[in-house]
């Protein structure tokens, strides 16, 4: 045996329930790609048994097994045993990290990157030249598989708009609600129009919307690389910004951002103090779906729109992580001129599953395929998520695969229209 974690031992101590029914075979998008065994739950539990048990090492092909898992959470929802794949999936990251190091792309990624919406948004606009020059086929494997995947970069992100260039200004009376709007890096830096257009909704709703000039990211890609003590930090400074404006509820667009804003609460804080604060963030926090329809009153404006068939795709984080799925089909459901159209497997990972669709391109790719083939057969004119990964890799899916189409918006864009 060996000298693992506390939190692996335990899951691993679990791992003995699995009665290798297959159920998570059903279900899991890189078995159904791969057919292989070490792609599935079952299979990634063998392997991390064999780990703590001292008979395999982590190798390249043990870290690739592991490191392909999506993370999707799929698995859990259909496991009789409910064996927590992910999350060990996730341990093993850090073990491997404690032992080998963060591979150096990887800490540039969170360190450059992904440390807040400025920096995030400096890399996309790196991506915006090399477009113009035309240099993405002399580019090497990851940089040219993002380069794909980006959908077409605004001149300017939402921030610059917003702050720099003053192009909306506040709603001078107060709502009776005052909301802060975490607009995450990936909305702010490719999706600016999807803010406006949520403010827009949440000003119709009675909100006075307030967007901190300084915070972070949300962190959540620096806990799924075993980065504690970073996201830690991000944390803090996110809690103080919102918390300083005295807000009383704190909406995303993004599903990937509730989730991790959410979970600031259950952190392994020292101080009380921290865990005090953390827990009046977290219970704030809401995603725009969810707020608007259990907590303000879902209300849809006066202007009608073309009728047009509209679809939904599920992102992990909402249905999985928060229990949100029946909120934004309520949306669309409730806008006059809408005919919804429940699409085959919505609830399945379309691929994106943060970097993975740059790094595992090719099963990536597979994975969108099904995604995209669902949507096909709905013959819906608008595909919706309620996440930016999401749209970014449906937007690259339509082009990918010839739905040119099918546009792809935010559930909360099309109500938008209405107001
Ligand atoms: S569904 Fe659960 S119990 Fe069944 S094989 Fe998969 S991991 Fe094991
Ligand atoms: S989390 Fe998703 S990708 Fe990973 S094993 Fe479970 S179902 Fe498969």
């Not at 990887?106 to 400025?118: F, G, I, M």
């Not at 504690?228 to 103080?240: G, H, L, M, Q």
């Amino acid at each position: 045996m060996r000298t693992v974690d506390e939190r692996l031992r335990e899951l691993y101590l679990r791992t003995d329930r699995c009665v290798r029914c297959g159920r998570c075979s059903a279900v899991c998008p890189t078995y159904k790609v791969t057919l292989k065994e070490s792609m599935l739950a079952r299979g990634r539990i063998k392997l991390v048994r064999e780990y703590v048990e001292a008979n395999l090492q982590l190798s390249k092909r043990f870290k690739l097994y592991n490191n392909l898992c999506l993370g999707c959470g799929a698995c859990l929802d259909a496991c009789p045993a409910r064996i927590e794949t992910p999350e060990l999936v996730r341990l093993m990251k850090i073990e491997m990290i404690k032992q080998y190091g963060m591979p150096v792309i990887d800490s540039l990624l969170l360190k450059r990157v992904l440390a807040s919406p400025q920096s995030f948004r400096n890399i996309i606009k790196l991506f915006s030249i090399n477009r113009k020059l035309g240099i993405t086929k002399l580019l090497p494997g990851m940089i040219k598989a993002t380069e794909q995947i980006i959908p077409e970069i605004p001149k300017k992100s939402f921030r610059d708009l917003y702050f720099t260039h003053r192009k909306r200004e506040m709603k001078n009376s107060p709502g009776k609600y005052k909301v802060g709007y975490f607009v995450g890096c990936l909305t702010n830096a490719l999706f600016p129009s999807l803010v406006f257009d949520i403010i827009k909704v949440l000003e119709n709703h009675d909100c006075e919307v307030i967007v901190p000039e300084e915070y972070d990211c949300c962190g959540l890609p620096h806990q799924s690389y075993g980065d504690i003590a970073r996201s830690r930090k991000i944390a803090t400074r996110n809690i103080e910004a919102f918390l300083q404006k005295q807000v009383d509820y704190i909406v995303t667009d993004c599903g990937t951002c509730s989730h991790a804003l959410k979970e600031y609460q259950n952190y392994d804080w020292i101080h009380d103090e921290e865990k005090l604060k953390a827990k009046a963030f977290s219970s704030r926090v809401f995603d725009i779906n969810e707020f608007l329809v259990d907590i303000v009153g879902l209300k849809v404006g006066p202007k009608p729109i073309k009728e047009c068939s509209v679809t939904y795709h599920d992102s992990c984080h909402l249905n999985r992580s928060q229990k949100i799925f029946s909120q934004p089909r309520k949306i669309l459901m409730s806008i006059p001129g809408v005919v919804y159209k429940e699409m085959p497997e919505a609830n399945w990972c379309c691929g994106a599953a943060g970097s993975y669709s740059f790094q595992h391109h090719d099963i990536s790719q597979k994975i969108l395929q099904r995604k995209m083939d669902n949507v096909k057969s709905t013959g819906a004119q608008y595909v919706t998520a309620g996440c930016p990964a999401c749209l970014m890799q449906l937007d690259y899916g339509k082009r990918a695969f010839s739905l040119n189409s099918v546009e792809v918006l935010h559930p909360v864009q099309i109500l938008a229209r209405t107001f």
